[in-house]
């Protein structure tokens, strides 16, 4: 091959290639020198002065591979001097760093297939001690993060009608919970905070002025009150809107508390096949396949209740999708409450008296059609992240990590 063709593969335009020393059967040894003559002198700044004394050796840097040849990179260790700051220093290389051995493009490469899987199986992959790995992983972490953080933020602030999404996720289900903050319409998450407390969302915005400096349109949360009370305080004039996922999931879970009180009161058989099919009582009816509607209508039919309950739960769905408009959207919601008052039975009446506190932000979701589908499968993102880890001690790391997980589609841009 010829020289010129491994400088181009090589992609360091400071280098010079001279010569490949070996080729054995899994690495690749080549010889460089810099194609400049000498270097400007770090403490004045001037190349005229500046003399070559020599060199140290060669230096053997590991870089990617070619043709899946560990490739190792030999190149001179050249002493200077600059005559008029009577400074010696030497040689800069740009594509390594200082006393390295691993070029930037490697570490760089390294870094990011550690980033879906682990530091031992990238290992495994570059040939390397998993320790090294690990250590060039979190040398690249925060400086990744803060690249990241300051991308995400600075299109936060400029984007026009922006979108947030705020939700919260276990870090030990039923004892500690973090909080996510999203914009919806980038597509990023911006920030993570411990807790999901009002004192703790207080704390964050007052320690955290670019957040309050943010300008939404809207945004999406799940019916906990402290969110509401939070955002309301922090933006007042945004739309809040109840996520639909979740205000869907008190409907689907009052069918089945339905479900559950019919059951007993079936045959045997018939109640075997109510409890064995339950689960296609929850998704809209037009995403079933024939031989599941088929099922589906078997299950209706074993009780008018049930049937009145499931009916009530499509209409839930058909108005959500198909409102024109948020006046139309706000009596439809009100027709929908009073065909579910005709329902005698406790699951419904409290899912009602829910939907009832919250009816401005469920109808919201019609000035501002957004819900937090996104946000949850970050969380998915996020579960994986945190058992591949086994959950990062370190608090700055583990949240960094969190960080480029979830804004991985932005790195490499």
């Given at each position: 091959?010829q020289?010129?063709y491994i400088?181009?593969m090589?992609?360091?335009?400071?280098?010079?290639?001279?010569q490949?020393?070996?080729?054995v059967?899994?690495?690749?040894?080549?010889e460089?020198?810099?194609r400049s003559?000498?270097?400007?002198c770090?403490?004045c700044?001037?190349?005229q002065?500046?003399?070559r004394k020599?060199?140290n050796?060669?230096?053997?840097?590991r870089h990617?591979?070619?043709?899946?040849k560990?490739t190792f990179l030999?190149?001179p260790?050249?002493?200077?001097?600059?005559?008029?700051c009577?400074?010696?220093?030497g040689?800069?290389?740009e594509?390594?760093?200082?006393?390295?051995?691993y070029?930037?493009?490697?570490r760089?490469?390294?870094?990011e297939?550690?980033?879906?899987?682990?530091a031992?199986?990238s290992?495994r992959?570059q040939?390397l001690?998993t320790?090294?790995?690990?250590?060039?992983?979190?040398?690249a972490?925060?400086?990744?993060?803060?690249?990241?953080?300051?991308?995400?933020?600075?299109e936060a602030?400029?984007?026009?009608?922006?979108?947030l999404g705020?939700d919260d996720f276990a870090?030990?289900k039923?004892?500690?919970?973090n909080t996510?903050?999203h914009n919806?319409?980038?597509?990023t998450?911006?920030?993570?905070?411990?807790?999901r407390?009002?004192?703790?969302?207080r704390a964050?915005?007052?320690?955290h002025p670019?957040?309050?400096?943010?300008?939404?349109?809207?945004?999406?949360m799940?019916?906990a009150?402290?969110?509401?009370?939070?955002?309301?305080?922090?933006?007042p004039?945004?739309i809040?809107?109840?996520?639909?996922?979740?205000?869907?999931?008190y409907?689907i879970?009052?069918?089945q508390?339905?479900?559950k009180t019919v059951?007993p009161?079936?045959?045997?058989?018939?109640?075997?096949?109510?409890?064995a099919?339950?689960?296609?009582?929850n998704p809209?009816?037009?995403s079933l396949?024939?031989?599941?509607r088929t099922?589906?209508?078997?299950?209706?039919?074993f009780?008018?209740?049930?049937?009145s309950?499931?009916?009530?739960k499509?209409?839930f769905?058909?108005?959500?999708?198909?409102?024109p408009?948020?006046?139309?959207?706000?009596l439809?919601f009100?027709?929908?409450?009073?065909q579910?008052e005709?329902?005698d039975h406790?699951?419904?009446?409290?899912?009602l008296?829910?939907?009832?506190n919250?009816?401005?932000?469920?109808?919201n979701?019609?000035?501002?059609?957004?819900?937090?589908a996104?946000v949850?499968?970050?969380?998915?993102?996020i579960?994986a992240f945190q058992?591949?880890h086994?959950?990062?001690?370190?608090?700055?790391?583990?949240?960094?990590?969190?960080?480029i997980?979830c804004?991985?589609?932005?790195m490499?841009?």
């Open positions: 091959m020289i010129q400088n181009e090589l992609d360091i335009p400071e280098l010079q290639v001279r490949i020393r070996s080729m059967a899994d690495e690749l040894h080549i460089a020198i810099p003559y000498k270097q400007c770090p403490l700044k001037s190349d002065n500046v003399i020599g060199s050796g060669m230096r053997t840097v990617l591979p070619v043709f899946a560990k030999h190149v260790s050249i002493r200077l001097s600059c005559t008029t009577e400074a010696g220093f040689w800069f290389y594509f390594v760093g200082p006393k390295q051995r070029s930037w493009l490697f760089f490469h390294t870094f297939q550690a980033l879906g899987s682990t031992a199986h290992a992959m040939q001690p320790s090294t790995v690990q250590r060039m992983h979190n040398e972490v925060p400086v990744e993060c803060e690249r990241i953080e300051k991308h995400v933020w600075t602030k400029e984007m026009p009608n922006l979108v705020v870090i030990r039923g004892h500690t919970y996510g903050i919806l319409k980038g597509e998450m911006l920030d993570l905070l411990p807790g407390k009002l004192n703790d969302l964050y915005a007052n320690t670019d957040f309050l400096l943010l300008n939404p349109k809207a945004v999406v799940d019916l009150q402290a969110y509401h009370t939070w955002i309301s305080e922090c933006f004039h945004a809040r809107i109840a996520d639909r996922f979740h205000v869907h999931g409907v879970d009052s069918v508390e339905v479900r059951q009161t079936l045959s045997p058989r018939a109640r075997a096949y109510l409890k099919h339950h689960r296609l009582l809209p009816v037009e396949e024939e031989e599941s099922r589906l209508e078997m299950l209706l039919t009780s008018p209740l049930l049937r309950v499931w009916e009530w499509e209409a769905s058909t108005w959500y999708d198909c409102s408009s948020f006046s139309a959207a706000k439809g009100e027709r929908w409450c009073k579910g005709k329902m406790p699951a419904v009446r409290s899912t008296k829910t939907m009832r919250w009816n401005i932000e469920i109808v979701y019609h000035q501002c059609r957004w819900t937090n996104t949850e499968g970050r969380h998915n993102r579960k058992r591949r086994y959950f990062t001690r370190n608090r700055s790391r583990y949240k960094a990590g969190i960080l997980e804004n991985r589609h932005r490499f841009r």
